[in-house]
C-alpha cells in the first residue's frame, strides 16, 4: 500500500486579488497543512511555477492585470500540467466551458464554504497525483524518465542511464510519492537497511546530486526544498511493463 500523500508537502499558489478572501484562504489551508504562496493577479504566476512547481493553483478569473484565463492559457502552452482550480463570481458560469477548454481541472462558484474548497482540493490531488501510481506495477514513467523498478533501470526515452543502486532506491522512493517533501532521515531510513545504515544523512546529498546531474536539463524535476529536503516536483504514471 502507497503511504498517504500528507498534505504537508503540497505546494499550493492561490491568485486572488480581494485581499480579504486571499488572507482568508491561506489561512485556512495553512491551518490544513498546505504550503501556500499568494500572488493578487495573474502576470508571476507562470514565472512562480518555473521557480517552485506547484501541486495545485487555485485560480481567481477577474484578476486586475493578467486573467485567469490568460494564465490558464500560457501555463497549458508552456506545457505545464499543474492541476488548476478556477474560482469564478456568480454570474459567470457559463464562463466555467471556456475554463474547462483552456484545461482547468474544476471550478467553485463564489462564494463557497472553506469545506467545500478542501474537499475539492483533495480530490484534484487524488486525481492528479496519487491515483496515476499502482504500487504493483513496475514501470514508473515521468517526463522523459521512466524507471523499472523490477529490474532497477534508469532510462531517458530509450536510453539506459547508469545510476548506482542507492541512487536508484532513492529515485523510486521519490517517485513514488512525487510532491512529497522526504527528509534525508525519511530517505535512509527508506533506503539502506538497517545495518547498513550510513552514518551521517549527508549520504543523501550526494546520491541527489548524482541523480540531479543525471537528469541534466530536466534537473529541476527533483527539487531541493531548503532546510528540509528533496521532492520529486513533476507528475508520475505507474505503467505495466510493456
Ligand atoms: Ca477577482
Redesign the pocket.
Known amino acids: 500500500m502507497p503511504l498517504p500523500l500528507a498534505p504537508a508537502s503540497i505546494n499550493v499558489l492561490v491568485v486572488?486579488?480581494?485581499e480579504q478572501l486571499l488572507a482568508m484562504l491561506k489561512a485556512n489551508l495553512e491551518r490544513e497543512g498546505y504550503l501556500v504562496t499568494t500572488a493578487t493577479d495573474g502576470r508571476p504566476v507562470l514565472e512562480l511555477h518555473r521557480k517552485t512547481p506547484f501541486d495545485l493553483i487555485i485560480l481567481?478569473?477577474?484578476?486586475?492585470q493578467v486573467d485567469g484565463f490568460q494564465v490558464l492559457q500560457q501555463l497549458r502552452y508552456a506545457e505545464q500540467d499543474v492541476p488548476v482550480l478556477l474560482?469564478t463570481?456568480r454570474g459567470e458560469e457559463e464562463t466555467k466551458v471556456k475554463g474547462f477548454d483552456l484545461g482547468a481541472d474544476d471550478y467553485l462558484t463564489k462564494p463557497f464554504s472553506v469545506l467545500e474548497l478542501l474537499s475539492r482540493i483533495k480530490a484534484i490531488l487524488r486525481r492528479t497525483h496519487h491515483d496515476r501510481i499502482n504500487p504493483d506495477q513496475v514501470i514508473l514513467s515521468s517526463g522523459p524518465f521512466t524507471l523499472d523498478r523490477e529490474r532497477m533501470i534508469f532510462r531517458k526515452g530509450p536510453r539506459r542511464l547508469d545510476v548506482g543502486p542507492h541512487a536508484l532506491r532513492i529515485l523510486e522512493v521519490l517517485m513514488l510519492r512525487p510532491g512529497h517533501i522526504h527528509s534525508r532521515e525519511e530517505l535512509i531510513n527508506l533506503t539502506w537497511s538497517l545495518e547498513l545504515r550510513p552514518s551521517s544523512n549527508r549520504v543523501v546529498d550526494v546520491h541527489i546530486y548524482t541523480i540531479r546531474k543525471i537528469l541534466g536539463t530536466r534537473k529541476n524535476m527533483l527539487m531541493t526544498v531548503e532546510g528540509i529536503g528533496y521532492r520529486w516536483a513533476h507528475t508520475v504514471e505507474s505503467l505495466p511493463r510493456p
Open positions: 486572488e486579488d480581494e481567481d478569473l477577474m484578476l486586475p474560482l463570481a
